[in-house]
């Protein structure tokens, strides 16, 4: 085995927990900060056989890793191994100046900021703590000390939202001058307290939804960036600035994921990490591997997940190997319909609208 190339690393730490998120988060526990980071370097030397010589990606997911206390994040950073790409994601309230440059020392070359959104009412409906003067900041401490990679997040479909409240964000969004913008429609998990909290909204907001994408792709293609991915844009300037760690999972790569909760695909396998907390920590600090729930994957599961994730990106899809996950008759059905087409002998792609229909598209290609 060549080993994984692409590496993330969960730092669960929240000062609070959105009503509608549902990662693997601790509120409060500042004083394990310490204790977690020598967790995931003792995970990372007993999984380390696991990743190739030379890692290409490392992604620091949360939770809120800016959060984490900065001697602790420090050491975390300065121990793994070097990267092309080094993203953090962090919250714009926790950005100062002196993070923003600690974190280019040590390495980090991409940040990704939660914004979720630039209107304060909406930001409180998502109990989001930043507001959008937090957002520029943050991203003007993140320019002065020289980052040239950021990416904003932004999120559509809050209960209260317009579409001119989306044109607002977006706007807002663009006049920062991003490299890559990720748009993602919100997803309440039902039985939580944000779904019994604004039920009636939320599925009004679900009908909203196509109209909302297309205005997202619109606004965003307009202004020159690319969409190469769903939810995912980037600007073209010459430079490929595509996520390279979320590409990655969209290829069908192996990835090792150290932490709470946090996932891992390795060949045949895949894996989550225990979200309990006591007991993550427990087994590290005995030098065993933590709990994990563990999941065969055969060469179907594999095939029918490249297809799925694969149909996502504006690229083609190679399906040499993958013939036996796709419905013949589907192909043709879309073809026919004007939402799939074939790109020379052996490769598949959507069309435009078909990219808008997405996972209803995709759905009729997999074999039954």
Sequence with gaps: MSGARHLYVHLPFCTSRCGYCDFVTVVGHGDLHGAYVDALLTELELRGELLAPEVETVFFGGGTPTLTEWDALERLLLALPP????????????MTAELARGLRRAGVNRVSVGAQSFEPRLLAVLERRAQPD????????????????????????????????????????????PEHLSCYELEAKPGTRFTHAHGDELARQAEAMEGYFE??????????????????????????LRAKHNLAYWLGRDYLGLGLGAVSTIENERWRTT???PAYLGALQSRQLPPRELEPLDADVRARE??????????????????????????ERMERLGLARRVGPGALALTERGRFLGGGVTAELIAG
Excluded at 166 to 175: G, K, M, P, V
């Design 275 to 277: 979200p309990k907390l």
């Design 83 to 94: 990267a092309a790409e080094v993203t953090v994601e962090a919250n714009p309230e926790t």
């Design 306 to 331: 490249r297809v799925l994730l694969g149909l996502r990106l504006d690229e083609p899809l190679s399906i040499s190997g993958l013939e036996d996950a796709l419905d013949a008759s589907g192909v």
């Design 215 to 240: 205005l997202v792709v619109a606004r965003l293609t307009g202004a020159g960036h690319r969409w190469y991915e769903t939810a995912n844009f980037c600007r073209a300037d010459g430079r490929d």
């Design 134 to 177: 937090d957002v520029r900041r943050a991203v003007q401490h993140l320019r002065d000390a020289i980052f040239d990679n950021i990416s904003l997040d932004l999120i559509y479909g809050i209960p209260g939202q317009s579409s001119s409240d989306l044109e607002r964000d977006l706007d807002a969004a663009l006049a920062l001058e």
